[in-house]
């Protein structure tokens, strides 16, 4: 007879947790491992509440598994090492994102993108290698494994810094990789919710011209005003989309609904590339001639790797780089993710678990 995940670990965890596909979260007592050898336990101060939590929740993308505990976007403080540590010592301010384990020998994982592992163990949601569920961030405590923890900077704020550690490693990983950090590329960003507006602010600090591409108009200000943009379209407004037409070397897409690719296809210069960071449920459809006549790229980026989202969290605290947040007590997570679902959050939900979740 299978144990009860109260029952499966020597430690007592506490926490969130959805029973089913209506993703309706409720307290959770559940277990966690005991700090090995190569382990950190973490107290969690902090977890940012992704967009990804709520198609988990839900069960929309087929694969959760119940009961289900959601937060990859995690900061806490070392409260125990084990005895082959040697990065982090009790006291330190760290932070956890979307994996917590890997093959460790693939060409990926020896290559650094770890995200990219065929074996790569998610925060929450998966199986860890001794055969048992792993929990996320919306709990009080945690054990991970050393190499996937992450050093928190001390200038950084732990509750705007949160956000960092998926929304922000997500847009900064292709901006690297397919040369879109260059200072005076022109860079369009799609969607401006918590990927988006963390894209302009890192493509600002390369020094990168940005447009946002929105369907609502009401963001102009927001764009240009508050996050620096350089230039705003209407996606909807046929003229402003035709006087931008073949002006960008590249696109970050954010957007996790149904949209059109043709448009914004058509936004790019030849040899341009449309990189999809948004996780649409449904296909999208893809018109082929005009990459074909323009060369252009379709590619889909995932998170980075463990030391390129070290990385990332040096050059945001060292350009001052924070997710604009709006921080929630626990109990109202319910009502976060009904606003999520709406797009009513400016630009990030992080929960105050270290002061809001009794246990």
Request: charged share 20%; proline share 6%; glycine share 10%.
């Amino acid at each position: 007879m299978a144990m009860s995940p109260a029952e499966e670990h020597p430690q007592k965890a506490f926490g969130w947790a959805a029973r089913d596909t209506t993703g309706v979260l409720s307290p959770f007592n559940f277990s966690r491992r005991s700090t090995g050898p190569k382990d950190v336990g973490i107290k969690i101060l902090y977890c940012g509440v992704c967009h990804s939590d709520l198609h988990f929740l839900k069960n929309e993308w087929g694969f959760s598994v119940y009961p289900l505990v959601p937060g990859h976007e995690i900061v806490g403080v070392v409260t125990q090492v084990g005895s082959s540590v040697r990065k982090f010592r009790v006291g330190d301010t760290v932070a956890v994102g979307c994996m917590v384990g890997g093959c460790d020998e693939c060409d990926d994982c020896i290559n650094k993108r770890e995200s990219y592992c065929r074996k790569s163990i998610l925060t929450y949601n998966d199986l860890y290698h001794d055969g048992t569920r792993t929990y996320g961030g919306y709990s009080d405590e945690t054990v991970v494994e050393e190499h996937y923890v992450l050093g928190f900077p001390d200038g950084l704020p732990m509750a705007a810094g949160a956000p960092l550690l998926c929304a922000g490693i997500t847009v900064y990983s292709p901006m690297k990789y397919f040369g879109l950090s260059q200072p005076g590329t022109h860079l369009g960003v799609v969607g401006l919710g918590g990927l988006g507006h963390l894209a302009v602010k890192f493509a600002k600090a390369f020094g990168v011209k940005v447009t946002v591409i929105s369907t609502s108009p009401g963001k102009r200000k927001e764009a240009v005003e508050e996050l620096g943009a350089d230039a705003f379209i209407v996606s909807r407004d046929e003229e402003q989309m035709k006087a931008a037409m073949a002006t960008m070397d590249g696109i970050i897409d954010t957007v996790s609904a149904q949209h059109s690719l043709l448009p914004l296809l058509d936004l790019l210069k030849h040899h341009g590339k449309l990189i999809m960071v948004g996780a649409p449920p449904e296909p999208l459809d893809l018109p082929i001639f005009p990459l074909l006549v323009g060369r252009k790229l379709v590619a889909g980026s995932a998170t980075g790797g463990i030391e390129e989202t070290q990385e990332m969290l040096y050059f945001a605290s060292k350009h001052n780089i924070t997710a604009d947040v709006e921080v929630i007590p626990m109990k109202y997570i319910n009502v976060a993710m009904e606003r999520l679902a709406k797009g009513d959050v400016k630009y990030r939900f992080v929960i105050d678990i270290a002061n809001t979740l009794p246990a």
